[in-house]
DNA sequence: AAATATTTTTAGGTTTGTCTAAATTTATTT
DNA sequence: AAATAAATTTAGACAAACCTAAAAATATTT
């Protein structure tokens, strides 16, 4: 299937928004795409009808699994681009996302392919953002404990370090447990403690005795 | 001015025409940006309004000074996105055409200058065609005399040989000088004639010794 | 739970670039 | 020069992506 540079913006952005915030709202995209309200109402029209979307009005959507494939390729061509703008051409940091949006958008598959060949598959781009590979795959960052995770991603619980009867009844609690997905909104450094969200959950602040025992991929 | 990547591929079709056929005419365009004709018309008076072409309803058309300039910015990214899709990143001849048709519309005047800083400045792609430099200014091929030019190509006369007054007799009756336009339309193996064109003039045949005395440039 | 505010959708328009079919102009034949 | 053919333009439509303004649905306050 072929798609518009309109439709591979807005799918790009769903999935950059999901990232950070599970479900995806019509505002959100609205600003993320630099339009109106409206317009992203027409988008999404046409974006359920192709599939791309699980949509129902008045409610927040998120990609399907063919949407997600779309966008990781999106973001594949972004990312190279971006590193072949840096590490050949000598473009400064600053200037290279804006030249690779609009690089993102050629269509040629072949063209990717030869590109990443050229820069020797790299995996991260200049910003430090991983490159997925063709298949859409991208080097997870090892597991690591929620009180060093980047903030505002979202991420899946991997493994519980203390395993005691006290600590499961305070997951429990908290309906945290292996596969949950959950947000690092924010550290306090004043005692360490996290404040995390989980969907349809209200926050939870867990202390940093609590946080240090688990351990998410991104 | 900003141009849509539409009102950009009949810039350049009109140039790539004009090369070979000094006027354009409406069927041709359309032909080659690949449209019907009453879509060229609303193009030609879009174009006309910008100031991108010499247009009168019902006749044939030519680039305005500034509808050249931007034709040869297009012409010049797409050759050099071609010599690096050929040299760098290792494609096939037969590839890069229609690779490059893509990547000539993406905007950034930086990039273009990166890339050709990269590529170390060539004055010719991959199929021999001049690149233009920045200011759209090309190697100009060495005057040759219209015996061995190639055809079909609009051609400016740049010097006589003979200076014989048999020979300015003839010229002037074809109204052939220095700085004429012509076509050289074919060339006849049997005794070397060839035959040229002057726009607004009748076609005309000039045998071998005269037309071996006649010096264009490209 | 009622009132208010926010978000989303609908309805109706605009612009760009395309189309078909018909009318007009120019070119070519006879 | 009249008739025919070809090229060009006009008229009227359509799809994509956007817009504004108003209506409807959901969320948040009080």
Redesign the pocket.
């Known amino acids: 299937m072929k798609f518009?540079?309109?439709?591979e913006?807005?799918i790009k952005c769903i999935y950059h928004l999901q990232e950070v915030n599970e479900g995806v709202?019509?505002?959100?995209l609205?600003q993320a795409?630099?339009?109106?309200?409206?317009?992203?109402?027409?988008?999404?029209?046409?974006l359920h009808l192709k599939k791309i979307i699980n949509?129902r009005?008045?409610?927040?959507f998120t990609l399907t699994e063919t949407g997600n494939k779309i966008a990781l390729e999106i973001i594949r061509k972004h990312r190279l681009w971006e590193y072949f703008l840096l590490n050949k051409l000598g473009f400064k940091w600053e200037e290279i996302h804006e030249i690779a949006e609009e690089l993102e958008h050629i269509s040629s598959g072949a063209l990717i392919h030869k590109l990443d060949e050229y820069l020797g598959h790299p995996c991260f781009d200049p910003h430090g953002d991983p490159i997925p590979d063709k298949h859409g795959k991208f080097k997870i960052l090892k597991q690591a404990s929620i009180t060093t995770l980047p903030l505002k991603k979202i991420v899946t619980v991997s493994s519980i370090k203390d395993q005691s009867i006290q600590m499961l009844e305070l997951l429990k609690h908290y309906n945290i447990s292996l596969g949950t997905k959950m947000k690092v909104n924010k550290r306090f450094d004043f005692d360490g403690s996290v404040e995390i969200k989980i969907d349809k959950q209200p926050l939870a602040i867990l202390s940093e005795q609590v946080a240090k025992n688990i351990f998410c991929i991104a």
């Open positions: 518009s540079t309109s439709e913006n807005y709202s019509g505002t959100q609205a795409v630099n339009t109106k309200a409206a317009s992203v109402t027409d988008m999404l029209r046409k949509y009005p008045y409610k927040n």
